[in-house]
């Protein structure tokens, strides 16, 4: 009886600690942004990418890619540079030179908002291996909007 | 009255003298067959591929010379016809950055003409790039609008850059 206990106690303890391990490990790996991720509103999807030792998102999938005005595909119709207007938003890195601090937070990057041609400073956070916070803020994080984007493949803990 | 007009022009002479003592000089650096490589399976959509290059500014226009500034004044892509036809492409988009600068767009064409090889981007012309060539390296970044897939075969776009750099001597 006594073994049985004292195996199942070594068990329980074995897979806390092989929790812990993972959970640990997304936290302290920048290359856990990596991926495509959804906005809470549904209306893009952003694939999150690397070059050098930044990290970078672009819209790889638009709900509605095309202008209801001209009917053509979406371009950045707002950019206060009129020579990169025709843009288009498919493609479009609106995440940009996110640099991993560890504890699963990448800052010192930029959010764009084609909406209305402005970027934003930026903080994102892993919340878990399938979430994340992004909050575009302006001058210090105080004066921002939080929201909660989604992985789109799940990962599988373990 | 007669006072406002002399001091008038002694304005004008003074910012005449003041011109003319700062000349600033133009001098082109052309970058040529710089490769972008996607590698296989490529899907349909943008696709992104990174070049990082260096230019070293004080071979190229001296020493003793201060940048004003930098702008790119043609950027051109060439597609190789056996791996992508020019119909295959919807629109390139250019972006420039370096590891201690944000990275910016400078350059885009969309629609791609279909009919032709070389691709003619539209760049920026509020763009100083200065701080981009002055540092130890930067990178250009393509992203082509790819229409069809590419399962077996990679392919390899090319590109031309043209610089223009505003100098003065310090």
Not at chain 2, 129 to 139: D, E, I, M, Q, V
Not at chain 2, 162 to 169: G, S
Request: charged letters at 25%.
């Amino acid at each position: 009886m006594k073994n049985v206990f004292n195996k199942l106690f070594a068990l329980n303890l074995f897979s806390l600690m092989l929790l812990l391990t993972f959970s640990v490990s997304a936290q302290n790996d920048g290359d856990a942004l990596l991926g495509v991720w959804e906005p809470s509103n549904g209306k893009a999807r952003v694939k999150i990418d690397k070059i050098g030792d930044k990290y970078f998102g672009r819209i790889v999938w638009l709900k509605e890619p095309k202008d209801p005005n001209t009917g053509e595909p979406k371009v950045d119709k707002n950019n206060p540079d009129v020579s990169l207007r025709s843009t288009p938003l498919r493609g479009y890195r609106m995440l940009k030179d996110f640099v991993f601090k560890g504890d699963g937070v990448w800052e010192e990057g930029t959010i764009y908002d084609p909406e209305n041609g402005n970027n934003y400073s930026c903080i994102i956070k892993l919340k878990d291996d399938n979430t994340l916070d992004i909050r575009g803020f302006i001058g210090i994080q105080t004066f921002g909007r939080t929201d909660e984007w989604k992985r789109l493949i799940i990962k599988k803990k373990g | 009255m007669k006072t406002i007009q002399r001091y008038s022009l002694l304005f004008l002479y003074l910012a005449v003298l003041i011109s003319c003592s700062t000349k600033t000089d133009l001098k082109t650096i052309t970058l040529s067959n710089i490769n972008f490589e996607f590698e296989a399976p490529i899907y349909s959509g943008p696709n992104s591929a990174t070049a990082e290059l260096s230019i070293d500014l004080s071979k190229e226009i001296g020493e003793g010379f201060e940048i004003k500034d930098v702008k790119l004044k043609n950027a051109s892509i060439v597609t190789d016809s056996t791996t992508v036809p020019a119909d295959n492409l919807q629109s390139i988009t250019l972006q420039i950055g370096s590891s201690n600068q944000p990275l910016i767009s400078i350059g885009v064409i969309n629609p791609t003409i279909p009919t032709s090889l070389n691709q003619q981007l539209t760049t920026s012309n509020d763009k100083n790039l200065s701080s981009y060539l002055l540092g130890k390296s930067f990178y250009l970044v393509l992203d082509p609008d790819f229409i069809n897939d590419s399962e077996e075969t990679s392919i390899r776009l090319e590109g031309t850059f043209e610089f223009e750099i505003h100098y003065t001597n310090k």
